[in-house]
């Protein structure tokens, strides 16, 4: 999970979640979903949890957090995406880097973006992938499988900033291409949320996201 910033906007780049309290961040933060159902948003406050204090079993202190970012006005309750970041509605969001990344590289300067790995409270994510007990060519498709396995399938998912299963073989290898591992943001210390830890955070965030934090994300 990582800062995505209009660095046209916003001219003092925020490196850690505390620096998002900040008076200089008044109407300019906001979430990439509404945290009653987005998997993101979700995230982001889980993430926020680990940096004040809470833990992948207690999602409270994100809670709190982002009550605070709302009492203090920094908190824009928008679902956020590529298009508010860019006219400056929303200047600061939170967002997975690979996704961040690629706005980056869409708009092209226009405007200008940054993004920041937070120095505490990084979260990661994973994604799953399966080969369908019906699947009618299924030597195929574990065919396919392999491909996306491979050192070179692997380099497509790096070369998109996603960090792949096998990402720490191929460092240990040097088999990264050069261009590719200089691209990706430094991730050291990120954690990952068990299955059954999302449900009863995702849970805790959905029942009491309106009574806690009280903004309505639209």
Known sequence: MAFEVNSDVVKNVPADWADL???????????????????????????????????????????????KLNDAGNFVPVIAKQATVASGETPVIMRWNYSAIADKATL????????????????GGVYIQAISAYAPHPNAAKLWMEFMYSDEGQSYWLKGACYTARYGDMVSRNAIPADIADSLPTVTGVVFPSLDQLVASGKTITDTWMTVVGADVK
Do not use: C, H, W
């Open 21 to 67: 309290l900040k008076p200089e961040y008044k109407g300019q933060v906001a979430l990439a979903g509404d945290p009653r159902g987005s998997s993101q948003a979700q995230m982001s406050v889980i993430a926020a949890s680990l940096a004040n204090g809470g833990s992948l079993d207690n999602v409270q202190p994100g809670l709190d957090f982002f009550k």
């Open 108 to 123: 092209a300067g226009n405007p200008n973006l940054a993004v920041v790995i937070p120095k505490t409270g990084i979260i």
